[in-house]
């Protein structure tokens, strides 16, 4: 359980940013669960077990359990935020998604318009050999249409989503994860 410890915690303890939360008492659990393995492995006497088993049930903050196991298992710095956590992100930060959005909405246009116009146009010259109408340059001219809303949409699609984003993160801090 040691080496997976901290990815069990619904809120990294070791984040400041959820330093200051209230911790539950699966939390408080799963230190324990920590120091009775310390103790089974000999890397605890009784004495110093209860006592941080106390210190443990005392702890009112996430911030206060890791220093409890801080020689029993490696306290490395957090792992980055999960991409889908936005507490703590500066609105720079938010803005930048949002313009990689808009990037990833025009890249997909584009391949929609190149495959579309590739599988179509091969289909009527395998079909007719060049000799009808060439229809596929209405899906052309859809696909072309859609290129040019996106792109000239690029800064209210990056208004819209960065909104999208501040809702987002102002829900995710109203109601960590775990939460209704």
Same mark, same amino acid.
């Given at each position: 359980?040691?080496?997976?410890?901290?990815?069990?915690?619904?809120?990294?303890?070791r984040?400041r940013?959820h330093? =200051?939360?209230?911790?539950? !008492?699966e939390?408080? /659990? +799963? $230190?324990?669960? #920590?120091?009775?393995?310390?103790?089974a492995? =000999?890397?605890l006497?009784? !004495?110093?077990?209860? /006592? +941080? $088993?106390?210190? #443990?049930?005392?702890?009112?903050?996430?911030g206060?359990l890791?220093p409890?196991?801080?020689?029993?298992?490696p306290l490395k710095?957090?792992?980055?935020?999960?991409?889908?956590?936005?507490?703590?992100?500066?609105?720079e930060?938010?803005?930048?998604?949002a313009?990689?959005?808009?990037?990833?909405q025009?890249?997909?246009a584009?391949?929609?318009?190149?495959?579309?116009s590739?599988?179509?146009?091969?289909?009527?010259?395998?079909?007719?050999?060049?000799?009808t109408?060439?229809?596929?340059?209405?899906?052309?001219?859809?696909?072309?249409?859609?290129?040019?809303?996106?792109v000239?949409?690029?800064e209210?699609?990056?208004?819209?989503?960065?909104?999208?984003?501040?809702?987002?993160?102002?829900?995710?801090?109203?109601?960590p994860?775990?939460?209704?």
């Amino acid at each position: 359980m040691t080496g997976d410890l901290w990815s069990a915690f619904p809120l990294d303890p070791r984040d400041r940013g959820h330093a =200051g939360l209230r911790a539950s !008492d699966e939390d408080r /659990e +799963r $230190i324990t669960g #920590v120091l009775s393995t310390a103790f089974a492995d =000999g890397r605890l006497d009784r !004495d110093e077990l209860e /006592e +941080r $088993i106390d210190k #443990v049930n005392a702890a009112r903050t996430l911030g206060e359990l890791p220093p409890l196991v801080a020689d029993l298992v490696p306290l490395k710095t957090p792992p980055p935020r999960s991409p889908k956590s936005l507490v703590g992100v500066p609105s720079e930060v938010l803005h930048q998604r949002a313009v990689e959005r808009w990037g990833e909405q025009r890249r997909h246009a584009l391949f929609t318009l190149l495959l579309s116009s590739l599988i179509t146009w091969f289909i009527w010259l395998a079909a007719s050999g060049g000799d009808t109408f060439p229809w596929p340059v209405f899906v052309t001219a859809l696909g072309l249409l859609n290129v040019v809303k996106v792109v000239s949409g690029r800064e209210q699609t990056v208004r819209d989503e960065v909104r999208r984003l501040e809702k987002k993160q102002a829900r995710q801090q109203r109601w960590p994860k775990g939460l209704p």
